[in-house]
């Protein structure tokens, strides 16, 4: 037993919740959550201050779990209660079908979810049948195995687009890897496509032109019989590389081939068609006004960004979210501070309904470059809901 896990259980106790509610509260997978209060595993600092909050702790929780840092894999972990591991080494071949089958289904609705409510309503989930899928994988053997395969590295990429959304970066980076290794195992190359292209975009997060071409370009070339909206995501990853390189004309260049494969822009917004179907002209726009901002060139990538929050899918509320968030960057850069507040408050508030850390970070930079006009309503209205913000 630990302080920590003494804390917790007391709480628990007190507030009249069980582990499932509260696992489902934070989100967190609630075997790892079962982990917790029984002193089992540590903490991540993420973690401790969500519990804080939802326990109204007053920061008690956060306090016991100050210590080295828990583990990436640790505070991502998917652990089965020992009934449930059984129950799934028991499972006849027409069960574990009939399961996988399930588990597909409920993909495509996770998704839809991900993107009409935000990742808090859909990361814990992901990660209880992330459990499920890797329990799956210790008991079957080939083929069935190939089929978990094939489910886990999809559920691993959407748990890591998930904690990426939430603001955690390593732990989106975790899941990447788990999902590289199961596309690889299961000899799904467009899934090791898609991987690429994920690490592409993390990369973005260092400003590394070279890696983040380099990874698009390897996403490509993997790409084989990849449905053309998933092509057209990675080729607005390399025009994002030619904008970090300032070759403007490459970027556009890659941006118009992206639009010959763009998916429909009345998608759905569940994946149903397959990887990139994020990926509508829309979207395309939002991303030339975003290489357009990178290039120096604020001023054009206003009406760019602009016209995509109008135009993208209903479905895709924080898409509008980051649209909104460059384009108050960009109305910053050309010395409109009123107008950079309004659109960062409206990002703002995609961002904390949602739960998009990911979002969170490209407004925050903008208080502190708009604090010399702190006398504007606007502005003063959009530092002082940050600085609410950050205190949640």
């Not at 400003?207 to 995501?233: C, H, K, N, S, T």
Request: charged residues 20%; proline residues 4%.
């Amino acid at each position: 037993m630990s302080e920590f896990s003494d804390q917790l259980r007391r709480l628990m106790a007190q507030r009249n919740v069980g582990v499932r509610e509260l696992a489902r509260q934070v989100p967190c997978n609630p075997g790892y959550l079962s982990n917790l209060r029984n002193g089992r595993k540590r903490p991540s600092r993420s973690t401790a201050a969500r519990l804080d909050l939802i326990l109204d702790a007053s920061g008690a929780l956060a306090v016991f779990a100050a210590g080295p840092r828990a583990s990436t894999a640790e505070s991502c972990d998917t652990a089965l209660d020992e009934a449930t591991r059984l129950r799934l080494h028991a499972l006849s071949g027409a069960q574990i079908d009939e399961l996988a089958a399930h588990l597909a289904g409920q993909w495509h609705a996770l998704v839809k979810t991900d993107n009409l409510l935000g990742p808090r309503h859909a990361l814990g989930t992901v990660h209880t049948h992330l459990g499920v899928i890797e329990g799956l994988l210790r008991a079957v053997r080939p083929p069935a195995r190939q089929r978990m395969l094939h489910l886990g590295a999809r559920y691993a990429e959407s748990a890591a687009w998930l904690h990426e959304d939430s603001g955690d970066l390593a732990a989106g980076r975790y899941w990447t890897g788990r999902a590289m290794e199961w596309a690889v195992e299961g000899g799904q190359r467009r899934m090791v496509s898609w991987t690429l292209f994920r690490r592409s975009q993390q990369a973005m997060a260092s400003g590394d032109a070279a890696q983040v071409g380099g990874l698009a370009a390897a996403a490509r070339r993997e790409a084989d019989g990849l449905p053309g909206p998933a092509m057209a995501a990675i080729l607005q990853q390399e025009a994002h590389a030619h904008a970090l390189d300032g070759a403007a004309a490459d970027c556009h260049r890659a941006l118009d081939r992206a639009h010959a494969l763009a998916a429909d822009p009345d998608d759905p917004g569940d994946a149903s068609s397959g990887h990139g179907s994020f990926c509508t002209p829309a979207y395309l726009e939002m991303q030339r006004g975003a290489c357009w901002l990178t290039l120096g060139q604020p001023a054009k990538a206003i009406a760019l960004l602009g016209t995509a929050v109008e135009s993208l899918p209903s479905v895709y509320r924080r898409d509008r979210g980051a649209a909104l968030s460059r384009q108050a960057a960009a109305f910053a850069a050309v010395g409109e501070p009123a107008e950079a507040a309004t659109a960062a408050l409206k990002a703002l508030e995609i961002a904390r309904d949602s739960g998009s850390g990911r979002i969170l970070r490209m407004i925050l930079p903008l208080s502190a470059a708009l604090e010399p006009h702190s006398h504007l309503d606007q502005v003063a209205l959009l530092r002082a809901a940050l600085a609410d913000t950050r205190a949640m």
